[in-house]
């Protein structure tokens, strides 16, 4: 059945939304983006329109400003509090208003209120921001224009205050009623490779024969069916910067808009440790709700729980020998392997990798507070520092209280967290990253989970980074104050931006400063240093400004489940003097030139959000509810009308009870469509057999193969000829199973290898262990053996 659009309004009223133009100017690796809502009220009555979107939970929003029938009305920043109560008295009196707000528990939400929209009026809402842009592991810089919002899950004891407490009608894919537009200009100081995008875009044009800008534009008939995503790529872009921006004249000297700020940017050069063996109880906190039974990507044939399984697979057969382990699920309810971490042996592992091939998306909805608050009660292992992976496609809709926790327990562990899928909350993975000193990662379009796994363990791995200081040499009344703590964990490869007021009085041009940054590294301290002129660059946008305030109210925003009042208080006072909202402020624009007052009874209208999922859409109409995907025709009529009626606030109490409806709900039979049939009998396809994997499941956890027939089958050779091969007298078998197994990996393996290349570090340092003065010869031979041109050096310590 095909559910209707928007599924909130079931009487097919008109969406007043009727298009998206964005306009994004990236400078170097910041972002300047103009995002216009033009909305049209087709209908006899004045309407009140609600639409939440989601947004990068780093964008400073600086500018609000709505065209109405020609007139422009630009807003100004308030107390939440007092917009929201002028918002209301504007309505009641008949006026055309417009509220933004972020929401108050999780800072990438964001709702556009407008109210009194007359009969056959339109307005053009434009909203203004800036943000730092990602870089990835490749080194790209990454855009992202979130366009999908994923449903978010009510916490027991949440106040009643977030905007997704509110009806959020979610579209099902492809069939919002608005349009979207996006075009992208670049400029750089540094020569622009190329322009990817996750989208189809048009032709690329670079301006001039420098290639140092260019513009380019999303391709017409876009459809909302994932975020649109830009990759960046600049060459000779890893270089520490410092830029200073001239500050505001009609500010007071000293404030935050006034002074000064710089914005420091730096790429510490971490030398990579070689270790087979490391300290540590490794923690895997996986998402098992029953979203993650959609496919990676409308695209792929392997859904997210599959990923899922064969990431924990990688991850399992990469920890060193003498570690802990354990693994989590958690959906509405919650399981884990073993009671408590254990050691990492071949028994253990073993003993794990059955439970894994077991693995179902069958937990329910999402609740990753209390499994969080399991694990941080488990007792420690002495010596062993818990570092913690949580994967999840799902959101909750107060992050605050997830952060918090994480942030109690910051002390004793580090958090590495992955966000499935499109429209994850960039303020949930990154806020109990951020919160611990870990990193956080975003696996969408046709990213690999594996992969980027195995970057973050393989980060996890290495001696910590201590120490970290900034320090700064400036000419004499002149000093620097942070707005932004430096960063607490640094990995290899990884950007630091550090933002700082400069106080006191600047000198001429042509002085030069001198910033930092400082830390101490297996013992030895390293010093990353970068001069730069102490000349004010003007932007008329305040961009370094407006970075810098969004980090330090970011920083006071310690998203804590009851914050202070002189917090709140500072916060309010950082968000008003330099115009970026927060979540305890809002953009209100009211508009009392009209003639007379609007009248007639205003008519709600919320307007569906795009949602994406890879499975039929009454499975995901219920998983919006929690509810399991296995409806009967009556139920399922009924439970689509009355949740159209209610949203999902009002079906927050399945969550209360975790054995509550799910059990009697999964008898229920569904209707079965001859659509339904076709994906059921493409799920019942054997899928293609991933020989790498099959090799990598037959690994012992220290390092080792057995030479058996398992092992021949996948190399492709015979068992016997396995044997004639091995002509050194006196070596193990399994140390010539071993040598043959990494020369496979590296003849058949290369464009997948960050998956397999910590299994193979374990696998190398074993062989050393066993094969004493004949290991060149042993090469030699497994390459002949296998026809493989592998080169020597793969062995090498």
């Not at 790529?233 to 004249?249: A, F, I, L």
């Not at 493409?682 to 020989?691: A, H, R």
Request: glycine letters at 6%.
């Amino acid at each position: 059945m095909n559910c209707p659009c928007g599924l909130l309004t079931l009487k097919q009223e008109p969406v007043p939304l009727k298009s998206i133009a964005v306009s994004v100017s990236i400078l170097e690796f910041v972002a300047d983006v103009a995002a216009t809502l033009n909305y049209e009220n087709e209908e006899t009555v004045p309407v009140e329109a609600f639409f939440v979107f989601p947004m990068d939970e780093k964008s400073a929003v600086y500018s609000f400003e709505a065209l109405v029938d020609g007139r422009t009305i630009v807003a100004e920043l308030r107390d939440k509090e007092k917009a929201h109560s002028e918002y209301e008295d504007a309505l009641s009196q008949g006026h055309q208003a417009f509220l933004l707000e972020e929401d108050a528990l999780s800072g990438d939400i964001f709702c556009c209120s407008v109210g009194n929209l007359p009969p056959g009026s339109r307005a053009a809402l434009t909203l203004k921001y800036v943000r730092e842009l990602a870089l990835e592991a490749d080194g790209a810089l990454r855009y992202v224009l979130p366009a999908v919002l994923n449903p978010r899950y009510q916490l027991s004891g949440s106040p009643d205050n977030s905007l997704l407490s509110m009806q959020c009608p979610k579209a099902p894919e492809g069939s919002p009623p608005y349009t979207l537009s996006l075009a992208a200009s670049i400029r750089s100081q540094h020569t622009i490779d190329r322009i990817q995008s996750n989208c189809s875009l048009s032709a690329t044009k670079y301006l001039g024969n420098d290639r140092t800008s260019a513009e380019v534009s999303l391709a017409d008939g876009h459809k909302f069916d994932r975020d649109v995503e830009l990759l960046v790529y600049y060459r000779e872009v890893h270089t520490p910067s410092v830029t200073v921006e001239m500050g505001d004249p009609t500010a007071k000297p000293d404030s935050l808009m006034g002074a000064p700020s710089a914005m420091v940017s730096f790429y510490p050069d971490i030398p990579e440790t070689q270790t087979s063996k490391a300290c540590g109880e490794f923690v895997f906190l996986m998402d098992r709700s029953g979203s993650m039974d959609c496919r990676m990507n409308k695209d792929s044939p392997q859904t997210r729980i599959e990923a899922a399984k064969e990431t924990l697979i990688l991850l399992l057969k990469s920890l060193p020998l003498g570690c802990y382990f354990n693994i989590h699920g958690f959906g509405s309810s919650y399981e884990a392997f073993f009671q408590n971490s254990v050691e990492y042996t071949q028994e253990t592992m073993k003993e794990a990798l059955k439970r894994v091939e077991l693995l179902k998306a069958d937990l329910g909805g999402t609740e990753i507070l209390s499994p969080l608050e399991i694990i941080y009660r488990a007792p420690s292992v002495p010596g062993h520092p818990l570092q913690l992976f949580v994967f999840t496609d799902g959101e909750v809709t107060d992050t605050s209280r997830v952060i918090e926790e994480v942030r109690k327990n910051s002390s004793k562990h580090r958090c590495f967290s992955f966000g499935i899928g499109e429209g994850a909350s960039t303020s949930l993975i990154k806020g109990i990253a951020r919160a611990s000193g870990g990193a956080a990662e975003f696996i969408t379009g046709k990213d690999r989970m594996q992969s980027k796994a195995l970057r973050s363990l393989k980060c996890a791995l290495q001696p910590a980074v201590e120490g970290v200081s900034l320090s700064w040499d400036l000419p004499s009344g002149l000093s620097a104050q942070l707005l932004s703590p430096p960063e607490t964990s640094v990995y290899q490869g990884q950007r630091l931006i550090i933002y700082a007021q400069l106080l006191g009085t600047m000198p001429p041009a042509e002085v030069m400063g001198k910033v930092c940054f400082k830390y101490t590294f297996q013992g030895k301290s390293v010093e990353n240093k970068v001069t730069f002129p102490l000349q004010s660059q003007l932007d008329p946008n305040f961009t370094v400004h407006r970075l810098a305030a969004k980090a330090f109210i970011q920083a006071k925003d310690t998203g804590r489940w009851r914050m202070n009042e002189a917090d709140v208080k500072t916060i309010i006072q950082a968000s008003l003097e330099c115009g970026v909202m927060s979540s305890h402020t809002a953009f209100i624009a009211i508009d009392k030139a009209l003639n007379q007052p609007v009248q007639g009874s205003l008519a709600q209208r919320n307007i569906p959000t795009p949602m994406f999922f890879s499975c039929p859409t009454p499975q995901a109409v219920c998983f919006l509810a929690g509810l399991e995907p296995t409806l009967s025709d009556q139920f399922g009529e009924n439970f689509l009308m009355n949740f159209a009626a209610t949203g999902r606030k009002n079906s927050s109490f399945l969550y209360e009870d975790e054995e509550a409806p799910m059990n009697w709900l999964g008898r229920l039979g569904r209707r079965s469509s001859p659509e339904d049939d076709l994906l059921e009998e493409q799920d019942e396809e054997e899928p293609e057999t991933d020989q790498l994997l099959e090799l990598i499941m037959l690994q012992k956890a220290n390092g080792s193969w057995e030479l058996d027939d398992q092992l021949a089958a996948i190399l492709g050779v015979s068992l016997p000829d396995m044997q004639t091969a091995l002509t050194v007298k006196d070596v193990e078998p399994s140390c010539w199973a071993t040598i043959l197994a990494v020369t496979w990996l590296n003849t058949n393996g290369q464009g997948r290898k960050c998956e397999w290349e910590l299994l193979e570090r374990k696998a190398v340092a074993w062989i050393h262990s066993h094969s004493g003065s004949v290991l060149q010869t042993l090469v030699e031979a497994a390459a002949a053996f296998l026809k493989s041109s592998v080169d020597v050096a793969v062995f090498a310590l």
